[in-house]
């Protein structure tokens, strides 16, 4: 995996770089679900998600790709609730469904 997403990474095509670290964000997750609960090996890996998200929206960002944009807020928020972070999980959604209607009025408009 990691010799792909090198390669992918050199193309310099933001929406490919996006969906790259999209899996790695999910690869991530599932190492995460199979370490015990509470452990650093699952705060680390749900940390290094964290870190993909951000490229992954950056990527988004570049192209005003919104349908990445708002999945990665979306896993964002998720992760928040998952470190029992409800305040940070419920700004995320808030930044998905801002992004959302951003999109929409541009759209219409």
Do not use: H
């Not at 509470?38 to 951000?54: H, K």
């Not at 992954?56 to 960002?61: C, I, M, V």
């Amino acid at each position: 995996m990691l010799r792909v997403s090198v390669q992918v990474l050199e193309t310099e095509d933001a929406f490919l770089s996006g969906q790259t670290y999209s899996f790695v964000v999910d690869a991530q997750m599932g190492l995460a679900g199979q370490a015990k609960a509470g452990s650093p090996r699952r705060n680390e890996c749900m940390t290094q998600a964290l870190e993909s998200i951000d490229r992954a929206f950056a990527e988004y960002s570049r192209i005003d790709e919104v349908r990445g944009q708002c999945e990665m807020m979306a896993k964002k928020a998720t992760i928040m609730q998952l470190f029992g972070d409800p305040v940070l999980a419920n700004d995320y959604a808030a930044k998905y469904l801002a992004i959302r209607k951003a999109a929409q009025e541009w759209r219409d408009g």
